[in-house]
């Protein structure tokens, strides 16, 4: 269940991060509220999700799933630049999220 948790905490890190851009530096209400709301939630999944991933896991993999998704969305959605290179890098990012999750807690 934890692994579940964790990635519904990175999904929501990735809405709340897309949120603050919304929010004008907190100056509108109601994308406040939201990335607010957001951003508990993500932590308290995060939170869960902690009591059966180790910690430097679970924050790896919860800041990995929202750079890299965030990453995809500003390449796709915000005229965000998305050269060779810049994939790389994401799909790095993704590649250390997986190898996390396919050989941490002590399965090598």
Known sequence: ???IYLLIAGVLECLWAIGLKYSDGFTRLWPSLITAALIVVSLGL???AMRTI?????YAVWSGI???ALAVVGILFMQEPG???RMGCIGMIIAGVVGLKLFGEGAV
Do not use: K, Y
């Not at 180790?54 to 679970?58: K, L, N």
């Open 54 to 58: 180790p910690v430097g896991t679970a």
């Open 46 to 48: 995060l939170s869960l």
């Open 83 to 85: 050269g060779l290179v």
């Open 66 to 68: 929202g750079a890299s």
């Open 1 to 3: 269940m934890g692994w």
